[in-house]
Antibody, heavy 113, light 112 residues
Framework: EVVLLESGGDLIQPGGSLRLSCEAS????????MSWVRQAPGKGLEWVSG????????YYADSVEGRFTISRDNSENKVYLQMTSLRVDDSAMYYC??????WGQGTLVTVSS | DIVMTQTPLSSPVTLGQPASMSCRSSQSLVHSDGNTYLSWLHQRPGQSPRLLIFEISKRFSGVPDRFTGSGAGTDFTLKISRVEAEDVGIYYCIQGTQFPYTFGQGTNLEIK
């Protein structure tokens, strides 16, 4: 059974930083590209960032380029999203999604003063 | 970036009747490895999305066989043979052929 445990979400002030983590199990983690996807309240799904299976390539949505950094640790089956210069419109539920298609419960990020 | 366009955006359906929805991509989703990474997700209100169909037509584990995916290239369809009450929610298509992955806007399936 695939299990994805996201953590690290919090209430943070604009301009602040957060690090999200996702621990995966139930599949061969090192073989999958991993993505972070977010969903603002009442809105659709927005792909945020992705990383190749070996970590050699990282990709970002224009809306987060230069502010967010994705990384992974294949020895621990974990993927991370370092978020800096957070804005109010970054507020959303954040999901880690292998291949963009498998989902956990998400972790909530709220950016507000 | 590949643009994914879903139609209709809303689909009122009678229980027990079929439903169909479409997803069109702005360019071919055939990957260099020969696979087509087009998937369908279902999200019930207040829940995380869940995978229904991957690689156009492969049903994920536990997905009822009333869900069928089809298509090729740039045009894809999800059909539900007989809608049940638990099928309400929003259906998204997603392309995973190239970064950035992109989603359709979603089709909201509701019961008449």
């Amino acid at each position: 059974e695939v299990v994805l445990l996201e953590s690290g979400g919090d209430l943070i002030q604009p301009g602040g930083s957060l690090r999200l983590s996702c621990e995966a199990s139930g599949f061969t983690f090192a073989r999958f590209a991993m993505s972070w996807v977010r969903q603002a309240p009442g809105k659709g799904l927005e792909w945020v960032s992705g990383i190749n299976p070996g970590g050699e390539g990282t990709y970002y949505a224009d809306s987060v380029e230069g502010r967010f950094t994705i990384s992974r640790d294949n020895s621990e089956n974990k993927v991370y999203l370092q978020m800096t210069s957070l804005r109010v419109d970054d507020s959303a539920m954040y999901y880690c999604a292998p291949g963009g298609i498998l989902w956990g419960q998400g972790t909530l990020v709220t950016v507000s003063s | 970036d590949i643009v994914m366009t879903q139609t209709p955006l809303s689909s009122p359906v009678t229980l027990g009747q079929p439903a169909s929805m479409s997803c069109r991509s702005s360019q071919s989703l055939v990957h260099s490895d020969g696979n087509t990474y087009l998937s369908w997700l279902h999200q019930r209100p207040g829940q995380s999305p869940r995978l229904l169909i991957f690689e156009i037509s492969k049903r994920f584990s536990g997905v009822p066989d009333r869900f069928t995916g089809s298509g090729a290239g740039t045009d894809f369809t999800l059909k539900i043979s007989r809608v049940e009450a638990e099928d309400v929610g929003i259906y998204y298509c997603i392309q995973g052929t190239q970064f950035p992955y992109t989603f359709g806007q979603g089709t909201n399936l509701e019961i008449k």
